[in-house]
């Protein structure tokens, strides 16, 4: 079976400020690792992913994470954070034979102050 | 890009009737839909894999009877709530996977049961 692990339901940053949005994982096979943004009232957007292959992955709006086996965790990070970062963040394991079957962790909500 | 499309985003219902929400992939085919819940400050739930032209499958502890899903056609699935009690009054979401590249996810319909 899988899991996730979502360290900390808040982080509060100032802008310009690193972000540092932990996750780990549980899974009985290599396990496929997804990072989604949620906005107030609004569906989930695909930050970036890790199937395969590279374990540093880029995504979108600046955003990264490493895929540490050895640790199983996939930590989401961003450099510099920015007020419009402001939301609600989501890990997500789904394993290679079913990969659209999500299995969501409890949620992470970002804030950012000027 | 694809395009999933929830409706309504917002609909509030008398205790006892029934409510359908509407999921739709706009420009690519899906046989497989996916709907989830969340409850206020929570992850997502899986409750249920809508299939094009069969059954629904159900996760374990979601109520068939109550959460009826028909998925009629490759880019059309229905989560209709029946005799909705304010319990129920959640935020529904629903996604739908793209051969070889991510879920999509719908803008999620917020029901209120009065």
């Known amino acids: 079976a899988q899991s996730v692990t979502q360290l900390g339901s808040h982080v509060s940053v100032s802008e310009g400020a690193l972000v540092l949005l932990r996750c780990n994982y549980s899974s009985s096979v290599p396990p496929y690792l997804f990072w989604y943004v949620q906005y107030p009232n609004q569906g989930l957007q695909l930050l970036l992913k890790?199937?395969?292959?590279?374990?540093l992955v880029k995504g979108i709006n600046g955003f990264e994470a490493e895929f540490k086996k050895s640790e199983t965790s996939f930590h989401l990070t961003k450099p510099s954070a920015h007020m419009s970062d402001a939301a609600e963040y989501f890990c997500?394991?789904?394993?290679?034979?079913?990969?659209?079957?999500?299995?969501f962790g409890t949620g992470t909500r970002l804030q950012v102050f000027p | 890009g694809a395009v999933v499309s929830q409706h309504p985003s917002r609909v509030i219902c008398k205790s006892g009737t029934s409510v359908k929400i509407e999921c739709r992939s706009l420009?690519?085919?899906?046989?497989?839909m996916f709907w989830y819940r969340q409850f206020p400050k929570q992850s997502l739930m899986l409750m249920a894999t809508s299939n094009e032209g069969s059954k629904a499958t159900y996760e374990q502890g979601v109520e068939k009877d109550k959460f009826l899903i028909n998925h009629a056609s490759l880019t059309l699935s229905t989560l209709t709530v029946t005799s909705a009690h304010p319990e129920d009054s959640s935020f529904y979401i629903c996604?739908?996977?793209?051969?070889?590249?991510?879920?999509?996810f719908g803008q999620g319909t917020r029901l209120t049961v009065v």
């Open positions: 997500a394991v789904s394993v290679p034979i079913n990969t659209d079957k999500l299995i």
């Open positions: 996604s739908a996977p793209r051969v070889n590249t991510e879920a999509f």
């Open positions: 890790y199937t395969t292959g590279a374990t």
């Open positions: 420009d690519f085919q899906a046989t497989t």
